[in-house]
């Protein structure tokens, strides 16, 4: 059974940071493209940050772009956020996702596989 496991959520103060990490279960998803999804509370979930297999080309949501980085490393199946200067509105549970087929990477429908969440709260 395939699985994305996320980690490094907790609670940070504004301008802040944190490195999320997603690690996946099987080999075959090194070549996937890998996302970050957010979901605030009472909201809908949205799209993050996206990064293709070979690791040139992301993709950012206008409210993160410029404070959160998306890297990955395939020898280790594992994808990251890297999130600077983390504001009260970037509190969320964040979702780790993959994708084999291509498609509009900002969609949460392109991905097939999808981790359990990891909590980020920002607050002083």
């Known amino acids: 059974q395939v699985r994305l496991v996320e980690s490094g959520g907790g609670l940070v103060q504004p301008g802040g940071s944190l490195r999320l990490s997603c690690a996946a279960s099987?080999?075959?998803?090194?070549?996937?493209?890998k996302a970050w999804f957010r979901q605030a509370p009472g909201k809908e979930r949205e799209f993050a940050a996206a990064?293709?297999?070979?690791?040139?080309?992301?993709y950012y949501a206008d409210s993160v772009k410029g404070r959160f980085t998306i890297s990955r490393d395939n020898a280790k199946n594992t994808v990251y956020l890297q999130m600077n200067n983390l504001e009260p509105e970037d509190t969320a549970v964040y979702y780790c996702?993959?994708?084999?087929?291509?498609?509009?990477?900002?969609?949460?429908?392109?991905?097939?596989?999808w981790g359990q969440g990891t909590q980020v709260t920002v607050s002083s």
């Open positions: 996702a993959a994708a084999s087929r291509s498609g509009d990477m900002k969609r949460e429908s392109t991905y097939e596989h």
């Open positions: 099987e080999r075959a998803l090194r070549t996937h493209t």
């Open positions: 990064i293709q297999w070979g690791g040139g080309i992301t």
